[in-house]
């Protein structure tokens, strides 16, 4: 109190830095010109070369005879909530156009899959011309490259849940690092720094590496000529808040992952904009503007924090916080095989699904795309089977009652509406037991609903799928 009390706030510095103390007097002179309320938010640089946000509240009081005495103010730092409060919004934002790519990316595959399964299609027909075939080629290279984007929006949207189990990160850091290296020019060098007591985590290998990988080319690509990524892998124990630029990491144990690249820094405008999906200062044209949007929606699936710092002209560093393994003690994954595979989501021998020996040749389709539904039958009519498609339940289950003799398989889009394909699945079991049923997915299913279903299948199929993977599914199922 001794220190402050009846000296000027111009005398307060450096508690009160000096432009801040020179606003604030600007409208105290006013206040006691006029009178009335000020309320106010101002920026300042502070004693550590920082700048940080003020609210001000000031008002005049009066004294017996109405006349103004003086005047009393606060003064509050609100850097924290305004972050907070950017934070949030942008998350919101993000949340929002992840919703939006999560409905686009569904509506792209089956756009795909009648596209690229033509032409595939087209290329395994003998009589398709040779100067037909390399066009046929060009559009599946194209058509996969799209198939990339849909599973990086797929990612980016989160609706691929992360399999997470015990693991290690060194080998995964390792493993992505090495993919780095073989990706980015060989002028960039990879330096790699790995705590040898590296605690574990629970994740998913797979995401993890996707999120290092993905770091890592952001990286190199911020360093115009030739310069060095450094990778690093550390325990982290937080005894109080730590803030990464604008995110906070609450108190707890870590593993932090850093990928700090000596690049051109990222500009102060684009930095707000970082994490949001389709922002690219590289140009669309080359660019999804994805990678760092999928980076951030992974580590958020996995309960952690991603932040960055950066300096213009000597390089970025960006910070991944991942929890520790409540249970690091249980059995860990450092061999790569992390959750499910395709194999682990596909039937196997005790799947309920009915097996009578060979089943009739015939195949029904049910798919609400018209295009896909086509497409299946006539890739199963191009290997030698008769094939019948519906559009919907009603028109499956009349077929099943007027050709159920002649079916031994039912191929059954899994994300049917109205009222679902559950209950198809259902009603074909009970009308038409022996029936081998195939459930078609796409890369946005739900798990819940993937996993619920497949004791009851014969085989599953993921869009876009290729002429093999059909055909292989309907034999095994015929022969089951």
Same mark, same amino acid.
């Given at each position: 109190?001794?220190?402050?009390?009846?000296?000027?706030?111009?005398?307060?510095?450096?508690?009160?830095?000096?432009?801040?103390?020179? $606003?604030?007097?600007?409208?105290?002179?006013?206040?006691?010109?006029?009178?009335?309320?000020?309320?106010?938010?101002?920026?300042?640089?502070?004693?550590?070369?920082?700048?940080?946000?003020? $609210?001000?509240?000031?008002?005049?009081?009066?004294?017996?005879?109405?006349?103004?005495?003086?005047?009393?103010?606060?003064?509050?730092?609100?850097?924290?909530?305004?972050?907070?409060?950017?934070? @949030?919004?942008?998350?919101?934002?993000?949340?929002?156009?992840?919703?939006?790519?999560?409905?686009?990316?569904?509506?792209?595959?089956?756009?795909?899959?009648?596209?690229?399964?033509?032409?595939?299609?087209? @290329?395994?027909?003998?009589?398709?011309?040779?100067?037909?075939?390399?066009?046929?080629?060009?559009?599946?290279?194209?058509?996969?490259?799209?198939?990339?984007?849909?599973?990086?929006?797929?990612?980016?949207?989160?609706?691929?849940?992360?399999?997470?189990?015990?693991?290690?990160?060194?080998?995964?850091?390792?493993?992505?690092?090495?993919?780095?290296?073989?990706?980015?020019?060989?002028?960039?060098?990879?330096?790699?720094?790995?705590?040898?007591?590296?605690?574990?985590?629970?994740?998913?290998?797979?995401?993890?590496?996707?999120?290092?990988?993905? @770091?890592?080319?952001?990286?190199?690509?911020?360093?115009?000529?030739?310069?060095?990524?450094?990778?690093?892998?550390?325990?982290?124990?937080?005894?109080?808040?730590?803030?990464?630029?604008?995110?906070?990491?609450?108190?707890?144990?870590?593993? @932090?992952?850093?990928?700090?690249?000596?690049?051109?820094?990222?500009?102060?405008?684009?930095?707000?904009? $970082?994490?949001?999906?389709?922002?690219?200062?590289?140009?669309?044209?080359?660019?999804?503007?994805?990678? $760092?949007?999928?980076?951030?929606?992974?580590?958020?699936?996995?309960?952690?924090?991603?932040?960055?710092?950066?300096?213009?002209?000597?390089?970025?560093?960006?910070?991944?916080?991942?929890?520790?393994?409540?249970?690091?003690?249980?059995?860990?994954?450092?061999?790569?095989?992390?959750?499910?595979?395709?194999?682990?989501?596909?039937?196997?021998?005790?799947?309920?699904?009915?097996?009578?020996?060979?089943?009739?040749?015939?195949?029904?389709?049910?798919?609400?795309?018209?295009?896909?539904?086509?497409?299946?039958?006539?890739?199963?009519?191009?290997?030698?089977?008769?094939?019948?498609?519906?559009?919907?339940?009603?028109?499956?289950?009349?077929?099943?009652?007027?050709?159920?003799?002649?079916?031994?398989?039912?191929?059954?889009?899994?994300?049917?509406?109205?009222?679902?394909?559950?209950?198809?699945?259902?009603?074909?079991?009970?009308?038409?037991?022996?029936?081998?049923?195939?459930?078609?997915?796409?890369?946005?299913?739900?798990?819940?609903?993937?996993?619920?279903?497949?004791?009851?299948?014969?085989?599953?199929?993921?869009?876009?799928?290729?002429?093999?993977?059909?055909?292989?599914?309907?034999?095994?199922?015929?022969?089951?």
């Amino acid at each position: 109190k001794e220190a402050i009390i009846g000296r000027s706030i111009a005398e307060l510095e450096p508690h009160i830095p000096a432009d801040l103390a020179r $606003l604030y007097i600007e409208y105290d002179a006013r206040l006691q010109e006029s009178g009335g309320i000020q309320l106010y938010e101002a920026e300042a640089r502070v004693a550590d070369g920082g700048r940080r946000d003020f $609210l001000f509240s000031q008002a005049a009081f009066a004294d017996g005879a109405g006349n103004v005495a003086g005047v009393v103010g606060l003064m509050l730092d609100v850097t924290e909530r305004k972050r907070s409060q950017q934070h @949030l919004s942008r998350r919101q934002r993000i949340e929002a156009v992840g919703a939006l790519a999560a409905g686009v990316a569904h509506e792209f595959n089956n756009i795909l899959q009648a596209v690229l399964g033509r032409a595939r299609l087209m @290329l395994t027909d003998e009589a398709t011309p040779a100067e037909a075939r390399n066009d046929l080629q060009q559009m599946i290279d194209v058509g996969e490259r799209g198939a990339e984007l849909v599973r990086r929006l797929l990612e980016f949207s989160r609706r691929e849940e992360p399999q997470r189990r015990i693991l290690d990160l060194s080998p995964v850091v390792e493993d992505a690092c090495a993919i780095l290296q073989q990706t980015i020019a060989k002028r960039t060098q990879v330096i790699v720094s790995i705590d040898d007591d590296l605690r574990a985590v629970e994740a998913d290998r797979r995401q993890i590496e996707q999120v290092l990988v993905n @770091l890592g080319i952001n990286a190199a690509e911020a360093i115009p000529e030739s310069g060095t990524i450094s990778v690093m892998a550390q325990n982290q124990s937080l005894t109080q808040e730590h803030s990464v630029g604008d995110v906070t990491v609450p108190p707890g144990e870590y593993v @932090l992952l850093v990928v700090a690249d000596t690049g051109t820094g990222i500009d102060a405008t684009a930095a707000p904009h $970082l994490f949001e999906p389709f922002y690219t200062t590289k140009g669309l044209a080359s660019h999804s503007g994805l990678g $760092l949007a999928a980076a951030h929606g992974i580590v958020e699936a996995h309960g952690g924090y991603i932040g960055f710092t950066s300096v213009p002209a000597e390089g970025t560093a960006f910070e991944v916080y991942l929890p520790v393994a409540a249970d690091a003690g249980a059995e860990s994954d450092a061999s790569g095989q992390n959750g499910r595979t395709r194999d682990d989501t596909e039937p196997g021998p005790g799947s309920e699904q009915l097996r009578h020996g060979p089943r009739p040749g015939g195949i029904l389709v049910v798919d609400d795309e018209p295009a896909v539904a086509r497409l299946a039958c006539d890739i199963l009519e191009h290997l030698g089977h008769t094939c019948m498609r519906a559009l919907d339940e009603q028109a499956a289950l009349e077929l099943i009652g007027s050709h159920g003799g002649e079916l031994g398989v039912a191929v059954v889009d899994l994300e049917l509406t109205s009222p679902g394909a559950p209950n198809l699945v259902e009603q074909l079991r009970e009308t038409a037991p022996e029936l081998g049923i195939i459930g078609m997915v796409s890369g946005d299913a739900d798990p819940t609903l993937v996993e619920q279903m497949t004791p009851h299948l014969a085989g599953l199929l993921r869009k876009p799928f290729g002429v093999g993977d059909i055909a292989e599914a309907v034999e095994n199922a015929l022969e089951s």
